[in-house]
């Protein structure tokens, strides 16, 4: 059983007033509560209190507050994340993201997962075309991946995936794209090469039907994520890299509904016509190519 704050320090605050309030629940912990808890939850406490007390929701505001993170829960399921949803578009998650991994050494950065990646994407040689349904502009994708002093990094895993030209994912279209469009696993080679073939990413709008989606309404706010290509890159002794790369000319890239952008991500998909190239590489003319370098840091 906790003991209260009073009897350890009979000063201490106990009972609830508005300028207290913050020190009347954090007193209330017991000598045996866990440290790191302790500290998030009082740090919570602490803001959202200063949250209240400055913004002085009404009764109406507070419970319609409830309601939709009651909604926002109900909505959550092994297919919809709602609550990831609601974390990505009031930028928190780029937040933690950015926080946790800070790049010092010129690795590459990272930045939000989202909720379309699935774990067991195909494994292709090298080279493949991942774009199944034939849809929008081919592009070669290629680089390497090596550490911060540029030591190459063979048997890397990058596991990639994308929205396809209409803007949807695989997994939001079962039966209208074939399984697993756009998406594959290569692995550098002994050089720390890797490529694929793969189609120009386009624009899509985050999923808006539901309680996010509503606050965005409200907010005026703009659904869309700007044209991109996920990468999940590992390899024994590294860090996990979660990232994407961006296309350079959509419309939405300063717009992002989800705040997933650094400029370092947004990468030169050059417009190459040149059937010789064309045909070294096994693309039609005129093609997208795209070098795109990845660096890790040490685990
Ligand atoms: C995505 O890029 O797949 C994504 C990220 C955050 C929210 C919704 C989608
Ligand atoms: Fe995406």
Redesign the pocket.
Same mark, same amino acid.
């Given at each position: 059983m906790a003991k209260v704050a009073a009897k350890k320090n009979p000063k201490a605050k106990v009972y609830f007033t508005v300028k207290d309030s913050v020190k009347v629940v954090q007193n209330r912990s017991g000598s045996k509560a866990n440290k790191r808890v302790k500290f998030l939850v009082d740090t919570l406490v602490k803001h959202m209190h200063a949250f209240v007390k400055e913004a002085r929701p009404t009764m109406d505001e507070w419970m319609y507050g409830i309601n939709y993170l009651t909604r926002t829960g109900r909505l959550s399921t092994d297919w919809r994340q709602e609550f !990831? *949803?609601l974390s990505? #578009?009031l930028g928190i998650?780029m937040l933690v993201e950015t926080l946790n991994h800070d790049k010092i050494s010129g690795e590459t950065e990272s930045t #939000? *997962? =989202? +909720?379309? /990646?699935i774990a067991n994407a195909p494994q292709y040689p090298n080279g493949v075309n991942i774009c199944l349904d034939g849809k929008g502009e081919p592009v070669y994708v290629h680089g390497k991946v090596t550490n911060s002093k540029g030591k190459i990094i063979k048997g890397a895993k990058l596991d990639v995936?994308q $929205?396809n030209e209409d803007g949807f /994912?695989d997994v939001q279209q079962k039966g209208i794209q074939p399984d697993m469009n756009l998406r594959g696993v290569f692995t550098s080679d002994e050089k720390g090469r890797y490529s694929f073939r793969s189609a120009y990413p386009r624009y /899509?709008p !985050? +999923?808006y039907d539901g309680s996010v989606g509503d606050m965005l309404k409200a907010l005026d706010r703009n659904p869309n994520?700007p044209a %991109?290509l %996920?990468f999940m890159v590992s390899a024994l002794g590294y860090e996990k890299l979660v990232t %994407?790369i961006f296309t350079p000319d959509c419309p939405w890239l300063k717009d992002d $509904? #989800?705040f =997933?952008v650094k400029e370092s991500l947004i990468a030169d998909f050059k417009l190459i016509d040149d059937p010789r190239r064309a045909a070294d590489l096994g693309m039609p003319n005129p093609f997208r190519e795209v070098e795109w370098n990845v660096v890790l840091s040490k685990a």
């Open positions: !990831i *949803l990505d #578009v998650s #939000v *997962l =989202g +909720p379309f /990646y995936w $929205a /994912y /899509y !985050i +999923p994520r %991109h %996920h %994407h $509904a #989800v =997933g």
